[in-house]
C-alpha cells in the first residue's frame, strides 16, 4: 500500500479495530476457561498441584512464535481441524491469542486467590457457608487481583506479534483495509518497507493502549 494510507483514517481504523476485536475476543474466552482453573486449582490440595502450577507459570512465558506453529499446524488443511479452513482468518488469531493470555490471566488470578488470608474462608465456613459461598467471598477478596490478570492477559494479547502473523498472514483487502493486520504486524510491514512515519504512528496508537491498561492495572495495584 503507498504511504499514502497515512493521511487515510480508514486504513489506521480498520487495523485498529481487527487489533481490538481479535484481542478482546481472545481475553474474554481465556477469562472464562483461567478463572474457573484458577478457582479450582487456588482451593484444592491435590497431588500434582505444584506440577500444575508450575506448568502455569511456564505458560505464562511461552513463545509467542511457538504458539503460531502449533496452531498453524493445527488448522493447517493436514491438522486435524483443517476442515474449518480457519487459516488467516480473524478466528486463528483469537486462537493463538487465547493460548498466549490464558496462562497469564490463571497465573496472576492463582496467585491473587491463594493470597486470600486463610482466616477469611475459616470465619465463612465457621458462620455455615457452603463451598460456593466461600467461593464467591474469596472472589470479592481477590477481585483487584483477578482483575489485574485479566488486564495483563489483554495486554499480551494486544502487544502480540509473532504467533498472529504465523496464522493471520497479516492480509490486508485490495481496498487497503485489514483483514488479519494488527497494530503489531502492521507496524512490523511499514517498518520493512520503510514507511517510518506510519510505523511510528501505529506504535503511538499501541502504546496509548498499553499505557492505558498499565494505569488501570497500577490503580487495581494502589488499592
Known amino acids: 500500500m503507498p504511504f499514502e494510507s497515512l493521511a487515510d483514517p480508514t486504513y489506521l481504523r480498520s487495523i485498529i479495530r481487527v487489533s481490538l476485536t481479535v484481542s478482546l475476543t481472545a481475553v474474554l474466552l481465556s477469562t472464562a476457561l483461567s478463572l474457573p482453573i484458577a478457582f479450582a486449582v487456588g482451593f484444592a490440595d491435590f497431588p500434582g498441584k505444584r506440577l500444575i502450577t508450575a506448568a502455569i507459570n511456564t505458560g505464562m512465558g511461552f513463545p509467542s512464535v ?12 493436514d491438522g486435524p481441524f483443517g476442515s474449518l479452513e480457519l487459516v488467516y482468518t480473524p478466528q486463528a488469531m483469537i486462537i493463538s491469542q487465547c493460548v498466549l493470555a490464558a ?42 487481583g483477578v482483575i489485574t490478570g485479566v488486564l495483563a492477559g489483554f495486554g499480551r494479547a494486544i502487544s502480540e506479534v509473532g504467533s498472529v502473523l504465523i496464522v493471520g498472514g497479516n492480509i490486508a483487502y485490495a481496498d487497503g483495509t485489514s483483514k488479519t493486520r494488527t497494530i503489531t504486524t502492521a507496524i512490523t510491514l511499514e517498518t520493512r518497507r520503510g514507511e517510518f512515519e506510519m510505523a511510528l ?17 497500577m490503580r487495581l495495584g494502589g488499592r
Open 103 to 144: 496462562p497469564v490471566i490463571t497465573g496472576v488470578a492463582l496467585s491473587a486467590v491463594e493470597s486470600v488470608d486463610d482466616a477469611v474462608r475459616d470465619a465463612a465456613y465457621g458462620v455455615g457457608g457452603t463451598r460456593a459461598d466461600v467461593a464467591l467471598i474469596t472472589l470479592k477478596e481477590a477481585r483487584y
Open 66 to 77: 511457538v504458539v503460531g506453529l502449533l496452531v498453524l499446524m493445527a488448522l493447517s488443511s
Open 201 to 217: 504512528v501505529l506504535g503511538a496508537v499501541l502504546l496509548v493502549l498499553v499505557l492505558l491498561v498499565n494505569g488501570v492495572v
